[in-house]
């Protein structure tokens, strides 16, 4: 069972990212970050690690612009991940049955929270006419409340009142339609190959293709040397007594540097275009002059 103490911490970082997100301090309102904050809430990071990480490969390629809203992939994941771990549901059946559709289904609130946030707006038009500059900048704050209201209270009230139907739920999925449980689960492990699909639909794809083929020649190449170079470590663990050398973490610091370097030697191209192109310009406005 959820406590109440797990409940408040949760509802807490549900109001806090996105007040984040509506600021410039944007890392905390990623569902990665918020699932392994909710996982630790839960005693079970892993699970939420999973569950935020999941999410946030789901939507990587969806974006807003102005004021349009999106699917709250952050208090689905924050959802999810307390279901999952407290009544021992699997997180990619959470992921898929909990998660997403929370998400979903928050997208009205997202779209409540920007209409009564406009109450403050138009105190704050008010108060540009008279100057009163303080009052400016107190409603300005006063904004924040129905943004985390509108993330606070849903979760606390899903995660108060929900575990029974959640509990429900599961022994359904578990039982006589055990095999839409398992098409969900399938599901919630195929979501963040959505994600990539959506996200290469929009990225020039076409113009730099031997990026995407280098990439995933490279995650090969790294994939087979941490197979067996933890193959070699098992061996020598088991030959050598007292051996506890750590091959884990070579492939993913490997593929992070391979990024590191492409990132990196991107700007620096990018930066000498754009040098070129502005003495070019300057050029170009002296001999007119």
Known sequence: ????????????VAAFTVVCGQNWWQTAN??????????????????????????????????????????????????????????GMDPSQALAAIAVPVAAILTVVDVLGRFCNTFFQHRIDTM????????IERNFLYGIIPWALSRAL???????????????????????????????????????????AILLRYLPVRENWHYLVFGFVVTIFFNYLFTNVKSMGTAVAGAVEGFSGNFIGLPMLGIALVGLFLA????????????????AQEGDDDDEL
């Open 1 to 12: 069972m959820i406590g109440a103490l797990q409940i408040l911490l949760l509802s807490l």
């Open 30 to 87: 990623q569902p990665v970050f918020v699932g392994l904050a909710a996982g630790v809430i839960m005693g079970d990071p892993a699970t939420g690690m999973f569950i935020g990480g999941s999410m946030q490969l789901t939507v990587l390629g969806i974006g807003t612009f102005g004021g349009s809203s999106h699917i709250d992939a952050n208090t689905g994941s924050i959802i999810a991940t307390a279901f999952s771990v407290a009544l």
């Open 128 to 135: 540009i006419e008279r100057e009163d500059y303080a009052g």
């Open 154 to 196: 849903p979760a606390a009230l899903a995660l108060a009142f929900g575990q029974g139907v959640v509990q429900s739920l599961m022994d359904i999925l578990n039982g006589p339609l055990a095999w839409l449980g398992t098409g969900l689960g399938v599901a919630g492990a195929v979501l963040p190959a959505v994600g990539f």
């Open 264 to 279: 990196v030697s991107h700007y620096k191209t990018t930066s000498g275009r754009t040098a070129s192109q502005d003495t």
